[in-house]
């Protein structure tokens, strides 16, 4: 039998992350943060100097998702409530902390949008993910946890639990600035008004677009976290895989 799948969508800031890391530690699961191979493509882009807003760039950043190589490592806490950490490789140069630069946040949407891009990176998640739960891998988890837009319609299909995180915009806004002022970073814009309108209109792009744009699959649970605190989201999901293990 295959390892059992738990594919978790929203849009942005709405927890997932910070949720599927924790479903995954609690019941001994990989986690596959797929945000993160399109904020690297972005980063590989700015770093050649392309503009990713500017379409007729767009097949020299489907050459780019395609030739750079992307590499995660989350490391699990032996305590429960801790959160574990994923450290991200852009051809083996640890970006985790450039990822998330307001720069390659305010323009990963536009590189998600290109079809070549998504494919690219589709092939890379599928190949991490058969790898990551196969015995032969390298960590031989009993299940999987990916977060991210088209998991549980494109990327995961027939994943065994489909979750559809959703927030108010503006709790998701308050979240996020608390997220970047614990990281240190503020490059975001530091005020609420303007991430509120950064979420928004980067989940308009993602909603709208042509290439397996955002939306909930038709037999994902949908769960709304603007009220609940991260543990007890984490628990709603664990105990919805355990009744369907
Ligand atoms: O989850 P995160 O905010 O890191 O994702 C960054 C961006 O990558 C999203 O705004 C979206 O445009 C894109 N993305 C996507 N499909 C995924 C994951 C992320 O289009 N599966």
Request: with cysteine; charged share 25%; net charge neutral.
């Amino acid at each position: 039998t295959r390892p059992f799948q738990v594919a978790i969508d929203g849009p942005a800031a709405s927890g997932k992350s910070t949720t599927a890391k924790m479903v995954a530690q609690r019941l001994g699961f990989d986690y596959i943060d797929t945000g993160a191979f399109y904020r690297c493509v972005t980063l590989a882009a700015l770093s050649k100097g392309i503009d990713p807003s500017n379409q007729t760039q767009a097949s020299q950043i489907s050459n780019l998702a395609q030739s750079s190589h992307i590499g995660l490592n989350t490391v699990f806490s032996s305590s429960p409530s801790s959160l574990p950490t994923t450290r991200v490789f852009l051809d083996k140069k640890d970006v985790s902390s450039e990822i998330r630069t307001g720069t390659v946040s305010k323009h990963v949407s536009a590189v998600a949008a290109i079809g070549p891009v998504r494919e690219a990176v589709l092939q890379k998640v599928r190949d991490m993910g058969a790898t990551s739960t196969s015995h032969e891998g390298n960590s031989g988890r009993a299940g999987l946890v990916m977060d991210g837009r088209d998991i549980g319609t494109v990327v995961l299909p027939n994943a065994d639990l489909k979750i559809f995180l959703v927030a108010d915009s503006r709790v998701r806004a308050e979240r996020r600035l608390q997220e970047l002022a614990k990281s240190g970073s503020k490059e975001e814009g530091s005020d609420v008004e303007t991430v509120q309108k950064d979420l928004e209109r980067r989940d308009e792009l993602d909603r709208t677009r042509e290439a397996s744009p955002l939306r909930k699959a038709d037999d994902a649970v949908e769960l709304d976290t603007s009220h609940l605190t991260i543990e007890g989201q984490v628990d709603a999901i664990v105990q919805e895989v355990h009744r369907r293990q």
